[in-house]
């Protein structure tokens, strides 16, 4: 995966400044938001912090509960101690959440957005090596606008036969994501930014979205490269020649679709991690979401939870250990004798994890 630096600065004191400090002081353990979720959520949440715990940094983990199994106990799906915990702490990671389709309480994880500002997503997407895809050296990042478009929320009956919703793009949002997709690819080394829209067709508001991005783009003129492309002809760019993209810039609902898409060209969701990111917190979650029907089997793919904690480890100045944690999954996926269905093999999610947990310490007691 493409490293994970992110703008907002480390989080984990770097330590003290003194030397005889640091000898007596052991390094503060960094307490963590950690919700499970729903569906398949739990069985991948306890198998990521397993690993995560294996990787030599001290967490501390505040559980709290957010999704349908809470809706039932206290009315709503987010309560404020879930809010009040993330901003404490000002990481959190988290397991998919269940929204009823077409009825029912409104998406957690788009109220988890708006409500604490992670404006930006990033979703990184890579091949890994041993996993056999229809495409090789697939190495791309998602950074998707997180907070207005259609998500906003805002639509209503018409009368009885016709429904509205209102697509809301500001210059100040549209800016500030461009603005995240250029920092992110000078920080990483990354060449080329792609925004994504259908100016064409909503001139307005798709429009806006451009405009935003060719004025940020101007800024970073000669450091990173800017272009533009339709989302539909993107689309098919995706799937005949992805090796030609590098950063992809878009709006909420584009950014959604077009993760999924670029999830399947690297062996699917299980594979595909995600970081919400605002100023002040970050939430670290898998693009997939709560696959109800594989709910407590055992059998789902914790990878992409996984890849999303190594995205938080990197958030909190934890690179090293971000880096073994990575190489211990891909070196079992790459192995391929103890990996989940959806990667051609029959072990279950909490096999996979030992099998990483086994790699962390072995390479751990050879160091
Ligand atoms: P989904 O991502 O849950 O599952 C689609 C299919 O992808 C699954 O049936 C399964 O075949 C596969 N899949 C997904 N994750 C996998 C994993 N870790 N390992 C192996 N296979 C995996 O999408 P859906 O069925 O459209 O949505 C189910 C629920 O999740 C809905 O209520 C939706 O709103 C919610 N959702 C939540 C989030 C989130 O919490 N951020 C994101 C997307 C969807």
Redesign the pocket.
Known sequence: MASGRIRVPPLHPAGCRTPRLVARIPPMAQTVTLIP?D??GPE?AEATRRVLDASGVKLDWEVVDAGEAVMEREGTPLPQSVLDSIIRNKVAIKG????P?GVGFR?V?VALRQSLNLYANLRPVRSMPGLKTRYEGVDLVIVRENTEDLYAGIEHMVGPDAAESIKIITRAASERIARFAFEYAVANGRHKVTAVHKANIMKFSDGLFLESCRTIAAQYEGKVAFEDRIVDNMCMQLVQKPELYDVLVLPNLYGDIVSDLCAGLVG???VAPGANIGNEVAVF??V???????AGQNK???T?LMLSGVLLLRHIGEQAAAERVEDAIRAVIAEGLTV?Y?LGGSAGTSEFADAIVARLESVAATA
């Open positions: 979720g569906g398949i991948l998919p959440i269940t929204t389709v998406s994880n699917g969701l299980g979650e898998a997939h979401g709560s696959a109800p029907k594989y789902a793919n914790p992409a989940t959806d």
